[in-house]
């Protein structure tokens, strides 16, 4: 089974086990007040320790979203009793919110613990696979910079049982898949704004300046600071058209496909570390697992 559709398997099963997952936790989430955003905010404060969150930690790994909007966010938390805002801008779990993310995490885990289906022996396997393959990202000298699969690697249970270990080595793939996308655009003078805008034009999301503004509203910038990226864009030779109906110019397509394929050259390089008939093995063990876990979710509905 070669990389890329060995990853795409993982990112199916991880999604098959927060459907499993999730329900369990949903009354945690409604009794808080927060909503999913703000739940992250706490699970990124717990990784951060022993230093303070701050929307410039946070912007780190998603340059996409607004620090203001990430400020905001971060006070919300505060103001449900989850956080403290220690000095200005600079935020700390309280008891009460380290008690409530630990008590989510260990809900989350015990559902993973009994709706493995597969057998002991395999399940221990398909995580020591997952184990190589996660402490080979971080040894992988840059580029990427390891920053955010260190992080998420702050959160690995033991291996035993294996399905929540599984589950946060696949985790820290996503961590570092970031890492490598963050080094594959961060030195070609881009702003972030603009690359998003690029983004979604490259695949085919978004039609018009309008329909951009509408997409990316969730990030918490002025619609002035998207007209600025898409000046920027110009000034690059990367775009082309007009507001109504703007476009990539080949430069700009060609520019995108650069950064995709960098992404993908870092993120995989880590994962020669696994011979083929590892991967293929990793591969028979993950279809079982995600077939297993649909068939669960299916009958407890």
């Not at 260990?106 to 398909?126: E, G, H, I, K």
């Not at 996660?134 to 399905?163: A, G, N, Q």
């Not at 970031?178 to 003078?189: N, V």
């Not at 590892?278 to 068939?295: A, D, I, P, Q, S």
């Amino acid at each position: 089974m070669d990389d890329h559709a060995l990853w795409e398997l993982s990112l199916e099963t991880w999604a098959a086990l927060e459907n499993r997952y999730e329900p369990a936790v949903q009354s945690i989430v409604e009794q808080s007040g927060l909503d999913g955003r703000g739940w992250g905010l706490l699970l990124a404060a717990l990784t951060f320790e022993p230093e303070e969150t701050t929307p410039a930690h946070l912007t780190v790994r998603n340059p996409y979203t607004a620090a203001e909007l990430y400020l905001a966010r971060l006070r919300i938390c505060a103001d449900k009793g989850y956080l403290e805002e220690y000095s200005a801008g600079e935020f700390r779990l309280t008891v009460t919110g380290r008690s409530s993310v630990e008590q989510f995490i260990t809900q989350a885990r015990q559902v993973m613990m009994d709706v493995d289906p597969l057998a002991p022996q395999d399940s221990s396997r398909l995580a020591k696979l997952y184990k190589q393959l996660v402490e080979h990202c971080l040894k992988t000298p840059p580029p990427p910079e390891s920053w955010s699969i260190t992080l998420s690697s702050k959160l690995m249970p033991s291996e035993e049982p294996p399905l929540p270990y599984i589950e946060q080595a696949m985790s820290c793939l996503g961590a570092y898949r970031d890492d490598a996308h963050l080094a594959a655009w961060q030195d070609t003078g881009l702003s972030a704004t603009s690359l998003e805008m690029m983004t979604i034009l490259w695949r085919k999301e978004v039609g018009s300046f309008d329909e951009i503004i509408k997409k990316l509203v969730f990030r918490g910038y002025a619609e002035q600071v998207y007209e600025k990226a898409l000046d920027e864009l110009r000034d690059f030779k990367y775009m082309s058209g007009s507001r109504r109906s703007p476009g990539l110019t080949p430069e700009g397509i060609a520019f995108r496909e650069k950064i995709e394929q960098d992404t993908n050259r870092y993120f995989f390089t880590p994962w020669s570390c696994l011979s083929e008939p590892e991967k293929n093995e990793m591969g028979r063990f993950l279809v079982e697992l995600t077939e297993g876990l649909k068939e669960t979710t299916a009958n407890n509905r």
